[in-house]
């Protein structure tokens, strides 16, 4: 899985790219976390190219939710595959990790 | 029970990077099984990889020998079949039914995620080898 991030007018996205399992899941709490530490914590995780998340993943996410909350912001994850939307919604977890349509409409409205 | 249409099996040392030869294996079964409608392939696959996932996460050795992990997938015309084995392996330890996490837990949704990913899941130990049989009545 390859990370890259981008920071805009009020948030940075990080778009992820391949499968996010248990090999690469904290690789992307690394990254995210780095990112926080550079100074956003508003963060949109966009998942356009992530075609597999597995609860690894999933953890890595919540994990990265938390972090960014504790830092006085939140994450948001936009452009959801149909693997990862079904992952979200059997483990219940679509009501914790907003999902958007794009990263630009994640904090569109604050 | 129906002719086995399409099979492919892994077999190594149950490190990380194992599962992603686990998922490439996966990829290269619906290849040769197409007929297989995309959602059975993404529930499956999801199921498969979960579990070896775990295996790889949480089978601890018997002995000196180390765990490997092992998965032969099997497709029918109606039932997609996993077993999916760790050797060498203490027998699990903790419960094997899947538990409740918080909204906030980074961890302890396998299994719930596997039971709700497939049609039957049963444990098996046989040999000093714990084995998962998943299987998911296909839709095509």
Known sequence: MEFSYEVKDSYAEVKADGRL?????????????????GGSSRIVVNLENTAFMDSSGLGALIGCLKAARQAGGDLRIAAVQPQVKMVLELTSMDRVLTS???ADEAFGND | ??????????????TAEAIDSVHNELDKLW????????????????AVVESASNIVQHAHPAAARPVELGVDISVRTTQLQARVSAYHAKPPFGPLEPGTADDDAESGRGLALIEALVTTVTFERQDGTNTWVLTRTSQS
């Open chain 1, 21 to 37: 399992n248990m090999v690469s899941a904290p690789k992307l709490r690394e990254f995210v976390t780095d990112v926080i530490a």
């Open chain 1, 100 to 102: 958007y349509a794009s």
């Open chain 2, 1 to 14: 029970m129906t002719e086995v249409l399409a099979r492919r099996t892994f077999r190594g040392l149950s």
């Open chain 2, 31 to 46: 290849e040769d099984a197409p007929f297989v409608q995309a959602m059975d392939q993404m529930t499956f696959t999801t």
